[in-house]
Each structure stands twice: as C-alpha cells, then as structure tokens.
C-alpha cells in the first residue's frame, strides 16, 4: 500500500547532487539544482549543500564518480542529513549502490516530484493518477530498489509499497497499475461526460510553468477563491468555472503546471487532467517574467503543449508578474526615460514573437487587469463568431 497520510514534521536536512555533462552546461546545472532546492522545500526539506561533477556520461553503478562520492560521504558525517537526492533520473541499481555508499536515503528529482504530487492530492482522481505514476516509475527499479523499499521510517520518497520478494513485488506492481488504469478509464469516462455536458460554452485553459501565478489569475478572472501559494505544484487538480465577461460567458480551467525534467509516467497518468488543454479552445499561457529563465520555462510548456498537440490552439501569452521584473531589473537610481525605453523594447519583442498576442500584467497588485480581460473577451467572443455564427445575443 501507498503511504498517503504521511506528514513530515520537521525539515529533513538534505544535499543535493548534479552531474555536469555533454548534455548539460555547468550554468544549466546550477540552475537546475536551484530548482530543485525549491522542489525539495515545498516537499518539506532544506537544503544544506550542493555537489556538482563533470562527467562525459554518467557512472553506471553510481551515476557519480568514487571520489565524488567519497567527497559526500565525507561532508555528510555528524550533519545528520536525512536524504540525498539527485537532480537526474537514476535506476534501481544505481539507487541501492550510492545507499550502500553514502548509508543515505537515496531519490531522483522524479521521485521527489512525485512525492509532492502524493502529498498535494486530494480528489479520487488526483490519487489515482499519482499512484499510478508511482507504481509505474518503481517497476522498472524493483531489483535494484528492494532493500530500499522494504525500509520504515518515512520521510521524503518513501511513499511507496514495500515488498519482501522480488517476484512477488513485480506481480502485486503489475497487477496494481492494471487496476489503477481501469479505475482512471471509468473516472476519465465520467470526466469526459462531464465536459460534454457544459454545453456550447467557449472553452478557455490557463497554462504554464508551475508557481507562475496561473491560480492567482485564475482568481481575479472568475472572482473564485482557488488555492495559490508560492510553492510549486500548489493545483493539482482542473478547477473550471463559468465567467461572464460583458454578457458573453465562457468555461475558464485552471490546470497542473509544466516543469523541466517532468516525469513521463506523470504526463500519461495525468491524461485526464491535460485533457483540459487539449479540448480548450483558447489558451493563456501564463509566464512568471520576474524569473531568470523564464525564456526557458516558457520554452519548456511549448515543448510540452507540442507533445499535447495543442500548440497550435488560438493562445494569449500573459506575462506575469511585471511588478517583480521591474523591481529586479531597475535600481533607483536608473532615470525613468530609460526604464521606459527598455520596458518597450520588452513589449516589442514579445508583441513580435507571440504575433501581438501578448499582455503584460502584476496579478498580485491588479496591474493592467483591465486590458486583460478586454484581450480575453475580444478571443472568446471572436471563436464565439466563427463556430455559432448564428448566435448574436452575446458575442458582439
């Protein structure tokens, strides 16, 4: 059984680990560990040191060199650190031979993610799919992770089932992922009536990096009180409310948010959820332009919504945020001419790329709310034109 109802109360100390190598820059790892500090935080532990290595490839028993590991093993003595978790993927082996090392509970960044989705979910459906993704990232590592499964104790990526025989394990596995698959058919089912079901309304899909503020928007568009906090992953699951912009009413759904590295058995587990993004007829995508790499990011949810084959949807870019940008990117003591003048080159730019497709807002201070929802309703009611022609009540 999964452990659902575990709660850590007090911060594991944890070191974090990235391997520099032909794939990856030495700045993409920094900045890839910088995030999964953050993933590492909002599952309950702290960070209190990073490793990094230059590889050309990953070491096969141990992702990492000897003496890197030696170098941990090491810095972790009389710290009490209570995990190690790698920013990449890593197999069963892999796993058991760095525990055996290190005397350290061992996770991957997948491991970690999945770990907050267990915690963050709250519908039967949510459970379900996590669960699901769980069971089907363990089965591939059930010879290499057994000892690690069979341990007690709790703590961050223990959420998972622990078996005393290999052949039993990959059985009771194979068998819960079939039952969890039947489950998630009869709710997608459910799901898919139930979106048939709200009628000829104009379906709309916020989109994004997760913590871009997706929730936040989603509040101030629909007057909805949807949970939003600055953790990643804070929705798991498709909230969808009826708003009614100038007499023209429309279906707003806020979804899970997109994030580097996403886990594959998450994407295919979650296919009900996203199939929020892919039945929507118009898309904001919402973009946290205060972070460093938000380019990236914004890059990230793209790739993400190509694999959904629903890039090509009518999409409304909403950079958000503007506040913290300006207060990032500006001293005091820069003359208001030239914030000006690089506040439009950004405009410009991103007005250019997204084929004038963009609006830059501060959800938190109600900044240019206005133009939004202007922005929003002008594509609701212009879809509206195109696919009920005949309907003039409220679309002009």
């Known amino acids: 059984m999964l452990d659902k109802k575990r709660v850590i109360k007090e911060e594991e100390k944890a070191v ?144 998972g089932p622990g078996e005393s025989e290999i052949e039993t394990d990959r059985r009771i596995v194979r068998d819960k992922i079939s039952l969890l698959r039947k489950r998630l058919a009869e709710i997608d089912k459910q799901a898919f009536t139930q979106r048939k079901d709200r009628g000829e309304f104009i379906r709309v899909a916020l989109v994004g990096y997760t913590n871009v503020g997706k929730s936040t928007i989603m509040n101030l568009l629909s007057k909805r009180d949807v949970f939003a906090e600055n953790k990643l992953f804070a929705t798991l699951d498709t909230t969808t409310s009826k708003v009614v912009f100038e007499n023209t009413p429309f279906l707003l759904s806020d979804t899970v948010g997109f994030i580097r590295k996403l886990p594959h058995h998450l994407v295919e587990s979650f296919k009900s959820t996203l199939d929020e993004v892919r039945e929507a007829d118009i898309l904001l995508h919402v973009v946290d332009i205060s972070h460093p790499q938000y380019e990236e990011q914004l890059s990230v949810v793209n790739k993400t919504l190509e694999e959904l084959k629903a890039l090509e949807k009518p999409t409304l870019t909403i950079f958000n945020k503007m506040d913290l940008y300006e207060e990032r990117t500006f001293d005091e003591w820069l003359e208001p001419g030239t914030k000006k003048e690089i506040l439009e080159d950004l405009y410009e730019r991103w007005q250019r790329e997204t084929h004038e497709n963009a609006v830059f807002v501060a959800a938190i201070e109600k900044r240019n709310l206005d133009q939004l929802r202007k922005t929003i309703l002008e594509k609701v009611r212009q879809m509206y034109r195109v696919r009920y022609p005949y309907k003039t009540d409220f679309i002009y």
């Open 16 to 159: 974090l680990v990235g391997l520099v190598h032909k794939d990856q820059t030495d700045h993409q790892v920094h900045e890839y560990l910088d995030e999964l500090a953050f993933l590492a935080e909002t599952a309950g532990a702290i960070t209190i040191k990073r490793f990094t290595q230059k590889l050309q490839h990953p070491d096969s028993r141990t992702f990492i060199g000897k003496g890197k590991l030696e170098e941990i093993k090491n810095y972790i003595q009389g710290k009490d650190v209570r995990i190690i978790i790698f920013d990449d993927e890593l197999s069963g082996a892999q796993i058991n031979n760095i525990e055996k090392a290190l005397e350290v509970k061992t996770i991957d960044r997948s491991d970690l993610i999945l770990d907050i989705f267990a915690r963050r979910a709250k519908t039967a459906q949510a459970k379900a799919q996590v669960e699901l993704a769980q069971y089907q990232y363990i089965l591939p590592r059930l010879r290499g992770m057994w000892k690690h499964l069979e341990r007690l104790g709790g703590g961050i990526g223990t959420r």
